[in-house]
């Protein structure tokens, strides 16, 4: 990953020399409302975003490169290949951080970079996947003490 965070700055620079933009490390986010929700975020952009990050052999690479250049032509891509891509948990993310936007970066060391291997994709903050996933994340939080107590009866009863 750090070889990636190098390559998508050395990426920004190119794409916009007079205000590249860098990338801060950001482990893991405590979302400001809900301190017992977070986000392992690969870093901090110094536009406001996110950064996600994954970096995998030249088959599963290249099967990201095809799932964003459909996004890019304006194609639907189903919910499967998107969580191929990581969708949720960026928003995830934004949702912890605040952030407004968030880099979907790809690498591998498999191909050269001008042959695809750095994909580089901006997605903007869904507001509508955020909320409901923020509403799951809620309901799941009160079921952990039921969860809780019923994983400790089950034990007892196996003694």
Known sequence: EPIAVDKFE??????????????KEAGFAIHPHFPEFGASVDGL?????ILEI??????????Q???IDKLNK????????????????????????GAAHSYFVA???????DAGGLLVKRFERDEELIIE????????RDLIPELVK????????TK
């Open 133 to 140: 996933m923020g509403y799951k994340a809620v309901q799941a």
């Open 10 to 23: 050395d990426y920004m620079e190119d794409f916009n020399p007079s205000n590249p933009i860098t990338v």
């Open 45 to 49: 952009t110094s536009d406001g975003g």
């Open 107 to 113: 690498y591998t060391d498999d191909l050269p970079i």
């Open 150 to 157: 019923r994983y400790k009866e089950a034990i007892e009863n």
């Open 54 to 63: 994954k970096c995998r052999g030249r088959l599963a690479h290249l099967q």
């Open 74 to 97: 304006g194609e639907s891509a189903t919910a499967t290949e998107l969580l191929k891509v990581a969708h949720h948990q960026r928003q995830w993310g934004m949702y912890c951080t």
């Open 65 to 67: 490169f095809v799932i």
